[in-house]
């Protein structure tokens, strides 16, 4: 469930959204913060607080699939991230893009394939690969995507 949406459309006048801050202005108390058990039952009474039905509930909740491939996201980010550190230290790339090229499945290995391979546009400054049997492009303009 996406809670800051949920709090944003319950409280709209809160200048800020950040759980310890509505636990002071709409449970008018103070909490154990970053204990995952007493942010899991503040959370729960700032559910109870926006007077949403279940079902209301339900329409701020991420569909099984996008949890799923976000799962694999932050798997494949974590396996590739740190062979990209080079790329980020020389200025090759932003940290954010690298991110995104980890979580794509991407490494280090196949960036230098492909430099190999000239799969380069040289006009754009676009990278361009076959992974997964699908085509990538890593544009400057978008970013890292599929074609």
């Known amino acids: 469930m996406d809670s800051i949406r949920v709090f944003k459309k319950a409280f709209p006048e809160q200048n800020n959204y950040q759980q310890e801050t509505l636990v002071k202005t709409i449970l008018k108390t103070t909490y154990g913060a970053h204990d995952a058990t007493e942010d899991i039952d503040t959370l729960v009474m700032l559910l109870k607080q926006t007077k949403f039905s279940g079902s209301d509930l339900l329409s701020f909740s991420f569909p099984p699939l996008a949890a799923h491939q976000s799962l694999l ?21 932003k940290h954010n893009t690298a991110e995104n090229i980890a979580g794509s499945g991407l490494n280090y290995s196949h960036l230098y394939k492909m430099f190999k391979q000239k799969a380069f546009d040289t006009v754009n400054h676009d ?17 890292f995507c599929l074609i």
Do not use: D, M, P
């Open 73 to 93: 996201f932050g798997k494949e980010k974590s396996n590739n991230i740190t062979l990209l550190h080079v790329l980020i230290a020389n200025g090759v790339v």
């Open 127 to 143: 990278i361009y690969c076959v992974k997964n049997s699908k085509q990538w492009v890593l544009s400057q303009r978008n970013g």
